[in-house]
């Protein structure tokens, strides 16, 4: 049990109030959504900056469908509006299962994956069965598993006369419905968690037009025996405006079809699938990398726990979580997010299982004194119908995270306007590319950011930007506003200069009044 687990003293077992899947979690929403009235009544809004209203009105967006906060961690706050009120905050609930993880489990924490054998091994045979443990690595990519298994070669094991076991038991979660929540089931996004997750369940497919003999070809990474990619494209001339990347999918006979067009214009196109159930795609994986590596396998994958007495070959441990955070929060990498939301539902121990992860995460912002009263998680990812938050917790959560020691992992995690990750094409070119670390959250009738504006004086204020509307799609430009607005009103107001008492706090007397 890690140190920070045991300070905030979890309990065992211990169930958040409305916060279960299913009935509970539909009442939990209702109530935090009985508050919006209260909120936008009781809360003193500050008047919206023209710049801000002006982008609303072009988007076509009313102020009340708007959360807006600006503050300089430690000092004062510089915009409100609708704080308090419970919104969905689509990807950037990320930043709650991030910062969580940083400061419950560490930035050095890891995950391992393990290879055990129950059986005996005798002259490169091992009667019995090979067991994959998982250790609900977020990242245990193909590079990563052909690694693991090459020393299990390495240590002796060439041909595997029993099965192939994976335990996938330190997480407790019903099998999630991949088209559940868009219909899109072949999108790798919609892989749900699982303690031996492998490669994200993702085919990659490489499309690859010639234009002398007026083909297309598919390669597929890894190829797998058991999934069929059926090529029908036909090249065409014209403008690359439109290809058909999404095939059809027939999950029975485990085929991914694809026809139509292909316009020679689009060059090499790369796309990534899914298809295969978690079992059928470890044992495809599995044995494609086996055989690679000299070894044979003819049995049969079951799921089950580690057999007692089954002795340890070999384990791999996993990049650090701060590495990880760094790709979850980059990328928006929705499959990563719910591993780690999960990981925390082993606090104190495992198993872990959802209300576990929800029970910990309110947990630990009560104890930081955070109120979270609007707070709704269902899968920590923000791919979520259900998943709510304040715009003022999430301010106050990166105002904490700021002025703790995990701030600089957090804030090196998101993405940097203009530079990398879902940020690249944003305010590239002005004065504030490489200035703004803005995790982004978007779904239908939904747009966010949350992160931090880097000011002249030296320090970073927390912005916070949401909108729940039907015209979310068209609310960039409101979002960039807010974004442009903090910036040059610490600019005018000369604040964020992190001048500090004898103790280390900020001197609030000598900060400009906004």
Known sequence: MHDAARAYGWAAGRRGAGTTRGSGLV??????????ALAGSAAAQDALPAAIRTALGAAGIPDSAVGLVVLE??????LSHNARLPMNPASVM???TTQAALE???PAYTWRTEILAAGDLRA???????VIRGGADPRLTLENLWMLLREVRARGVRDIAGDLVIDRSLFQVEEVDPGSFDGEPTRPYNAGPDAALVNFRAVKLTFLPDAERRTVRILSEPPLADLGVINNLAASDGPCDAWPEKPVADRARLTLTFQG?????CGEKVRHFMLLPPLEYTRAVFDHLWRGLGGSFSGRVRQESTPSGARLITSLESASLADVVRDINKNSNNVMARQLFLTLGTLPAPPATLD????????WLAAKGIAAPDLVLENGSGLSRVERIAPETLARLLEQAWLGPSGPELAASLPLAGVDGTLKRRLAGTALAGRVRLKTGYLENVRGIAGYVHTPGGRPLAVVGLINHARARDATGV??????????????KGCCTGMQDAAGNPRREERASP
Do not use: M, Q
Request: charged share 25%; proline share 4%; aromatic share 6%.
């Open 73 to 78: 961690p430690g000092g004062r706050t510089f």
């Open 27 to 36: 009442r939990s929403v209702l109530a935090a959504l009985a508050t919006v």
């Open 104 to 106: 419950l489990l560490g």
């Open 261 to 265: 067009n292909y316009p020679l214009a």
């Open 479 to 492: 979002l960039e506003a807010l974004v442009i607005w903090a910036h040059d009103h610490a600019v005018r």
């Open 124 to 130: 490169g045979r091992l009667d019995g069965d090979l």
């Open 94 to 96: 990320k930043v709650v």
């Open 356 to 363: 576990k992860a929800r029970d910990t995460v309110r947990r």
